[in-house]
């Protein structure tokens, strides 16, 4: 079976950092993304790892730990517009799997 | 420039019509997918395609169907089988599939309404 847990909700500080954790369980895994999503637009992409370790981009980091099945994304120094939801998302066997992602509210 | 073109964005249907969803990219990715979105939810996979003439379901292909006879283009049909179509549809891409170094493309999606 193919599952991938995120927590639903996060809220965090403006300035602060938040982390977002994914835990995975596919079939197959051939790398993992991280999107940001606002409503009713397309996900935009944030990070891949593929192998073990930590993706540092700017204010975003991604950590994977294949043998755990365990992955987070690390946001730093947060703004006001970073307040949307965040997906963690698998490549199994030839197909992108999606977790339900987490919504992400920062207050001032 | 090189990307996903979904249209319409916004579409309204009585219940019991079948309605088609277009899709076109002009990236030359060889694989396609669809996907489904409900309010607070992630995207959950209808059907995808690995090459041309050839698709397979995903997790939640009931209702739906799809063609894929030019690289470019995979419409998808929302059937008056589908119980509860009103959702937001995202077509996406990517070279071939089952890999993540070249990324995926989204289209910007697709809202449709069955009232």
Not at chain 2, 36 to 62: C, H, M, T, W
Request: aromatic share 14%.
């Amino acid at each position: 079976g193919q599952n991938i847990d995120q927590p639903t909700e996060m809220t965090a500080t403006e300035g602060a950092i938040v982390q977002i954790n994914c835990t995975y369980q596919t079939s197959g895994f051939n790398g993992l993304f991280w999107y940001q999503q606002h409503a009713g637009e397309a996900p935009t992409f944030l990070s891949y790892n593929v192998l073990d370790g930590l993706e540092e981009k700017g204010r975003f980091s991604s950590f994977l730990s294949r043998s755990k099945g365990y992955s987070y994304l690390l946001l730093k120094e947060l703004q006001m517009k970073d307040s949307a939801s965040y997906l963690c998302a698998v490549i199994g066997y030839n197909k992108l799997i999606f977790g339900a992602g987490t919504r992400l509210a920062v207050h001032p | 420039d090189g990307g996903i073109t979904q249209s319409p964005k916004y579409l309204f249907r009585k219940e019991g019509q079948n309605v088609t969803l277009s899709c076109e990219q002009n990236l030359n990715h060889d694989a396609m997918y669809w996907y489904r979105q409900d309010p607070g939810q992630g995207l959950r996979l209808i059907y995808y395609s690995q090459i041309v003439n050839d698709f397979q379901k995903g997790d939640i292909a009931e209702g739906y169907s799809v063609s894929r006879e030019k690289k470019e283009s995979f419409p998808l049909t929302v059937t008056s089988a589908q119980k509860n179509p009103t959702a937001f549809y995202l077509c996406a891409s990517s070279i071939v599939s089952g890999r993540g170094d070249y990324g995926y493309t989204f289209g910007s999606g697709t809202r449709l309404t069955v009232v």
